[in-house]
């Protein structure tokens, strides 16, 4: 009996260790640098609209004659002891819609993203 119940904690112990070392919510280090920038087109945070679920941003287009073209995808990133890195999800099969924003000369607009169904309430960053 007393093997029995050692062999019984002995598996349990294994399947809880064996379940945390799966790297579904690992940090992935960005792939992104300073070479990602749009030449012409600027975007901006709105801080009084940060918050644990989302935020809007100001796309501007800077440019006299170019169009651009943007869509609803997004990722976050956080910085860690000065490295960029993807947030987690907390979903493992998702999607965008596949859309395009037309962005005008000299036009503005405002982007709106809301996030818990990705990622869920966040914590503050930098």
């Known amino acids: 009996m007393n093997k029995r119940f050692c062999m019984l904690?002995?598996?349990?112990?294994?399947?809880?260790?064996?379940?945390s070392c799966t790297k579904t919510n690992a940090w992935e280090p960005t792939k992104y640098d300073d070479s990602y920038t749009l030449e012409g087109v600027n975007m901006a945070v709105k801080e009084e609209t940060v918050s644990p679920t989302g935020?809007?941003?100001?796309?501007?287009?800077?440019?006299?004659?170019?169009?651009?073209?943007?869509g609803e995808d997004f990722l976050l990133e956080k910085r860690i002891?000065?490295?960029?890195?993807?947030?987690?999800?907390?979903?493992?099969?998702?999607?965008?819609?596949?859309?395009g924003y037309e962005l005008a000369p000299k036009e503005k607009r405002k982007w709106t993203v809301d996030w818990p169904w990705l990622y869920g309430n966040l914590d503050a960053g930098e």
């Open 55 to 70: 935020l809007t941003v100001i796309i501007e287009n800077n440019s006299v004659s170019r169009q651009f073209v943007f």
């Open 9 to 19: 904690i002995f598996i349990a112990v294994i399947l809880v260790f064996a379940s």
């Open 81 to 99: 002891k000065d490295k960029w890195y993807h947030v987690p999800v907390i979903i493992e099969n998702y999607a965008f819609n596949s859309i």
